[in-house]
Structure formats: C-alpha cells, structure tokens
C-alpha cells in the first residue's frame, strides 16, 4: 500500500513546466478594431442604447399602469407593476453599466 501512496505523491509533486511562447509572439495585444468595422460597430452600440432606453421608457410607463389599475380591489396587478420597476431599473442599470465595466473586466 505504501508503494502506491509513494507513487501518487510522486506524480503529485512532479514538476509542471509552464508552456513558452514561441520568441516573437505577443500573447496580449492590445484590442484592435476588425477591418470594415470601424463605423459599422459603434453605430449598432448606438442603436442598442436607443432601442434600451426606448424600451425603459416604455416598461416604466407599463409599470405605472399596471400600478393605477390595480389601485381598486386588484392588488396583484399593482403589486406585479411594483415588482417590474425592479426589473426595468436593474435591466436599464445594466445596459447603462456596460460600456465601463465591459472594458474594465477585458481590460481593454
């Protein structure tokens, strides 16, 4: 049994050389933009901001809605009208958040 035991903690122990780029290589350069997509990108972002910001326009519009009508014996419709201002602000806070937290995850 101890042969065995002698064996794994060798395997264990052995050393686990780190591979090497080859001599010229740049693993970690900086981000650069695709040829084509210089203009073509930054507009769509912009379409995605305008479409969110639409849609957070809208979705707390709803929520009120949904909060005035269950005003009168229909809590549950107000009480779910509620619960959607969470979600409208957490998804409008997200969409907000992403152009500096993006790059500061990636490091870019």
Do not use: Q, Y
């Not at 591979?19 to 350069?29: A, E, I, L, Q, Y």
């Not at 849609?55 to 419709?77: P, Q, T």
């Amino acid at each position: 049994m101890s042969h065995w035991l002698n064996l794994a903690s060798d395997i264990l122990a052995a050393p686990n050389p780190a591979p090497s780029p080859s001599k010229g290589t740049n693993w970690d350069h900086a981000p650069t933009t695709p040829p084509g997509m210089e203009t073509v990108f930054p507009e769509w972002i912009g379409w995605a901001k305008w479409i969110a910001i639409g849609l957070g326009i809208l979705g707390l519009m709803a929520c009120g809605i949904m909060m005035m009508i269950g005003r009168r014996n229909r809590s549950h419709l107000s009480a779910e009208g509620a619960n959607g201002l969470l979600w409208v602000m957490s998804g409008l806070s997200v969409v907000t958040l992403a152009a500096g937290v993006v790059p500061a995850v990636i490091g870019g």
